[in-house]
Structures are given as C-alpha cells and as structure tokens.
C-alpha cells in the first residue's frame, strides 16, 4: 500500500511514483491518497467508508453479538485495537446510518510487571490510555497481570450456553427495534450505558503478587514459553474480567496479519489441533463468554493509514518481545518471516489468512451433549494428546520416559536433555494438551504458576480418580 498525493505529508522528496495523479477506484472524481493492493486507489472519503463499511459487514455477515448484549473490548494501545475502539464508538456515533445495538466497555491489561517496568512507567502508560478512554464515554477496566494470582478456578472451566444460533439474530434485531419505537426513544439503549462514565472494576494488586509474578516469568527459560505463557494468563483474565462484570462477548483487534502470523506459530508450537479456534471470527470455547474478532478482515498496512488519515490516537506499551531480536523466539522468528516475505510478495498474509478461513473443529473433538470432548486445563481448547502408539507424540513420550529412567540411574551425569527440559509433574502434565506441556515444562517449578491452575489441576485429577472407581464398580456387577 502506498499513498499519493497527501497535502498534509511532504512528497516532493518522495519518488516521482508517488506524484502521479490518480483517481479514485469508487468515485472516479477525487484524487487518490492511497493505493490498497495493485491498483485499488482511494480517496480519503472513499477509504473511510471502504474501512467503516468492511467492519459494519464483518459484525453483520457472522451475526455473533445480538442487540443489547454487553461487549468488552480488549484494547492494547497498539494500532489495531485502537482502530477497533475507533470503529466501536463510530457505529455508536448520531451520524451512523446503520448504528451498532451493544453496549461496548473497554479492558486493558496492564502487563509491565512481566517486562520488568517500573511503577512509574507503568502508571505514565494507564494515565494515557485513561485519557484515551476517557473520550470515549465508554465504562472501561484497567487489570494489572498481578491479578491472575487472585483468580478462582472456576475462570478454568467452559461453561455451557454462551453462543447463540444465527437464526435467532433476525427475529432478536426486530424486537429490540420495536422495543424502541414504543419507548420512543430516537438513540438505542446502548447510549444509556454511557452514563456509567469512568474507571470501573478495578482490584489493586499486592507486593506479594508483584514478585509472585516476577518469579513465575524469570523461572520461564525460553522466550517462546514465556510468550506463549503470557498469552495463556492473560486470556484467564480477560475472561474472569467480562464473567465478572456481564459481558457476553469479547472483542480482540487481531488484523488478518495477525491472524495469519498466529496460524503459523500455533503450528510451530504444537497446537495445531487448536488453530480453527484461535484464528476464526469467533472463539467459544469458554462458552459463556465468546471472544470475536472483528478486524480479522484488515492488513496491519490498511489500519495504520487508517490511523494516519483520520488521526485515531493509540498509545505504544512495551512488551516482552519489544525491540527482541528475530530469532528470539518462535513468535517473533515467524513474525519476521511473515513480514519480510509479504514485502516481497503481496499476497503472502492474504494466502495464508485465507487458508486459516477454511479450518474447522471436527465433530469429534466438539463432542456430544452427554459426553463432551476432553479439554486442557490451561488454553480450554480439545485435547489433542489422545494418539496411537505409532503417532509422534507417543513417540516424544517414550524419550521423556527414557530421559528420567537415565536421570533416576544417575547415568550421564543427570541427563542434560533433563536439565533442558524439566517435565511437569503428572497431575497436571495429563491434563494439558501438547502445545500447553511444552510450555509448562520450560516452567522452572510448577508452584510458581498461580494457584488457581494448581486447584484446578487437582479437582480433575479427584474427577479422573472418580470416574475410574465408577467405571471398575460398574465392571463388577
């Protein structure tokens, strides 16, 4: 994407490429500003209504959040969520022609304490997202990480009934406009949400949780497990943070750059089983609360000149992976790859976004109303650990087997693969799906995971007990 003939940018010392004078694609009267892909220019007002009609169709095509429902918007700072707030308050706006129904809420996570800030910093960053916020009209929640050591076991569990049929959106959409015609109202209800103005929910964290915090990460020995586990808590707390306060839906400003790095990296890490879940419109595994990610449709190039022309504000926080280098860790080794190649080849993130559209969760790993399909502890998403004996995950079993009987023995002066590798305890190991096991095993110790995960591990360990015992009684008679 390039942009053509801006009168707020100097391009006199810019390639002549850039002077030629285009028209608009839509219009076929104004200049255009930009260029998407070959040859799709637009002018600033052509872009805008391209931009707004494309995430107005994305809500509407799936038909997900129905009127009324309560959405909290996760929001980073970064340019993608950012724009997705931008996006949220404009259908809500009194200009809109056809106006968003919910009532949106913002959340965001504050995660310094993982990349070693200071109080100061930390708190420099929530004042600016706080004034950006505030703008908005919207109730919004600031959550430090610190917070996953407060949370119950529950926030673990998926609980039934979340997601609601398609067919059911027209009929919902009806009564909910009738509802406003006899209450005369001229804005819908959402508006009156506006009313609760401000910071809300927001739970201090202790000294305590902050060093608990800061041990759990320093104990992570590879950066690709201390990514993978950030993503994981913060999801947890995400989750407990809509259930806590009435939210139903949970928007994620993921781009269709981020949607495809992230299929590429889900393979890398093992969670190949999961990749439909984590990269589609909507994600339902934790059932009462569906995650839906409505700029799933946007390149990261056409939210940033998003952002420029129509100066929507976003606030850059630091992160664990900032200024990290490539090879890093696998996240950013695929980033990289990901982004150079599509420098090159323009179709690269399109492909591969595309390719992710057509992955779907087999029938068998949904399960049935009786008997649902087992799911991990950690990521919620169907265990993909129940293999043959001749898959590869049985085989990687057998050499940790063989690692710890050579441990046990003394042999090798302890196994250094063991030293590399530490495995999980088997309480909890059995109860994760391969992609989580990797990463909890470049975990130091278990006991530094928050203590829910514990909990949680051992009420299924009593319930796999449980269901043995009923199974052998049964066998008996």
């Given at each position: 994407m390039c942009q053509v003939n801006e009168d707020y940018n100097d391009l006199q010392d810019r390639?002549?490429?850039?002077?030629?004078?285009?028209?608009?694609?839509?219009?076929?009267?104004?200049?255009?500003?930009?260029?998407?892909?070959?040859?799709?220019?637009?002018?600033?007002?052509?872009?805008?209504?391209?931009?707004?009609?494309?995430?107005?169709?994305?809500?509407?095509?799936?038909?997900?959040?129905?009127?009324?429902?309560?959405?909290?918007?996760?929001?980073?700072?970064?340019?993608?969520?950012?724009?997705?707030?931008?996006?949220?308050?404009?259908?809500?706006?009194?200009?809109?022609?056809?106006?968003?129904?919910?009532?949106?809420?913002i959340l965001y996570i504050d995660e310094g304490g993982v990349c070693g800030r200071s109080l100061e910093e930390r708190e420099s960053s929530v004042s600016q997202l706080e004034n950006m916020f505030?703008?908005?009209?919207?109730?919004?929640?600031?959550?430090?990480?610190?917070?996953?050591?407060?949370?119950?076991?529950?926030?673990?569990?998926?609980?039934?009934?979340?997601e609601k049929p398609s067919s059911d959106y027209k009929a919902a959409v009806d009564r909910h406009i009738r509802a406003e015609r006899q209450q005369g109202r001229a804005e819908p209800p959402v508006e009156e949400s506006r009313g609760a103005r401000g910071r809300l929910g927001t739970s201090?964290?202790?000294?305590?949780?902050?060093?608990?915090?800061?041990?759990?990460?320093?104990?992570?020995?590879?950066?690709?497990?201390?990514?993978d586990l950030l993503h994981t808590l913060r999801q947890h707390l995400i989750m407990h943070t809509a259930r806590l306060h009435g939210y139903t839906k949970v928007m994620m400003g993921d781009s269709c750059t981020r949607v495809a790095i992230k299929l590429l990296t889900n393979i890398s890490l093992g969670r190949g089983a999961s990749l439909a879940a984590d990269t589609a419109f909507s994600d339902g595994r934790y059932g009462d609360v569906v995650t839906v990610r409505p700029m799933r449709d946007?390149?990261?190039?056409?939210?940033?000149?998003?952002?420029?022309?129509?100066?929507?504000?976003?606030?850059?926080?630091?992160?664990?992976?900032?200024?990290?280098?490539?090879?890093?860790?696998?996240?950013?080794?695929?980033?990289?790859?990901?982004?150079?190649?599509?420098?090159?080849?323009?179709?690269?993130?399109?492909t591969v976004y595309?390719?992710?559209?057509?992955?779907?969760?087999?029938?068998?790993?949904?399960?049935?109303?009786?008997?649902?399909a087992a799911k991990c502890l950690l990521c919620l998403c169907t265990l993909d650990t129940q293999a043959d004996e001749a898959s590869a995950f049985h085989a990687t079993l057998v050499s940790e087997r063989l690692c710890l009987e050579r441990k046990s023995d003394g042999g090798a002066g302890g196994g250094g693969c063991?030293?590399?590798?530490?495995?999980?305890?088997?309480?909890?190991?059995?109860?994760?799906?391969?992609?989580?096991?990797?990463?909890?095993?470049?975990?130091?110790?278990?006991?530094?995971?928050?203590?829910?995960?514990?909990?949680?591990?051992?009420?299924?360990?009593?319930?796999?007990?449980?269901?043995?015992?009923?199974?052998?009684?049964?066998?008996?008679?």
């Amino acid at each position: 994407m390039c942009q053509v003939n801006e009168d707020y940018n100097d391009l006199q010392d810019r390639p002549s490429i850039l002077k030629i004078s285009k028209k608009c694609m839509k219009c076929k009267e104004d200049t255009a500003v930009l260029i998407i892909r070959v040859g799709d220019a637009f002018c600033r007002s052509c872009f805008k209504e391209y931009f707004i009609h494309k995430f107005r169709a994305m809500l509407g095509k799936n038909r997900v959040i129905f009127p009324g429902e309560k959405v909290l918007l996760a929001v980073s700072g970064g340019p993608a969520s950012s724009c997705m707030l931008a996006q949220v308050q404009e259908g809500l706006s009194r200009d809109a022609a056809k106006k968003l129904r919910f009532a949106p809420g913002i959340l965001y996570i504050d995660e310094g304490g993982v990349c070693g800030r200071s109080l100061e910093e930390r708190e420099s960053s929530v004042s600016q997202l706080e004034n950006m916020f505030g703008k908005t009209g919207f109730p919004y929640h600031v959550v430090s990480l610190e917070q996953v050591f407060t949370l119950p076991p529950s926030v673990l569990e998926s609980v039934r009934g979340g997601e609601k049929p398609s067919s059911d959106y027209k009929a919902a959409v009806d009564r909910h406009i009738r509802a406003e015609r006899q209450q005369g109202r001229a804005e819908p209800p959402v508006e009156e949400s506006r009313g609760a103005r401000g910071r809300l929910g927001t739970s201090a964290y202790t000294p305590e949780h902050r060093v608990a915090l800061e041990g759990l990460f320093s104990s992570v020995k590879t950066q690709t497990a201390k990514e993978d586990l950030l993503h994981t808590l913060r999801q947890h707390l995400i989750m407990h943070t809509a259930r806590l306060h009435g939210y139903t839906k949970v928007m994620m400003g993921d781009s269709c750059t981020r949607v495809a790095i992230k299929l590429l990296t889900n393979i890398s890490l093992g969670r190949g089983a999961s990749l439909a879940a984590d990269t589609a419109f909507s994600d339902g595994r934790y059932g009462d609360v569906v995650t839906v990610r409505p700029m799933r449709d946007y390149s990261s190039k056409e939210i940033a000149f998003y952002n420029r022309l129509f100066c929507v504000q976003s606030v850059f926080v630091p992160g664990p992976d900032t200024a990290t280098p490539a090879k890093s860790s696998i996240q950013r080794l695929t980033e990289s790859f990901v982004v150079k190649l599509q420098a090159d080849f323009p179709s690269t993130v399109s492909t591969v976004y595309r390719t992710g559209e057509k992955l779907h969760t087999p029938a068998s790993a949904r399960g049935s109303a009786s008997e649902p399909a087992a799911k991990c502890l950690l990521c919620l998403c169907t265990l993909d650990t129940q293999a043959d004996e001749a898959s590869a995950f049985h085989a990687t079993l057998v050499s940790e087997r063989l690692c710890l009987e050579r441990k046990s023995d003394g042999g090798a002066g302890g196994g250094g693969c063991c030293q590399a590798r530490a495995p999980a305890a088997p309480d909890l190991k059995t109860a994760l799906c391969y992609g989580c096991r990797l990463t909890v095993k470049d975990v130091a110790g278990e006991e530094a995971l928050p203590p829910y995960v514990a909990a949680e591990a051992e009420k299924h360990q009593r319930r796999a007990a449980m269901k043995k015992e009923i199974g052998m009684f049964l066998l008996e008679d």
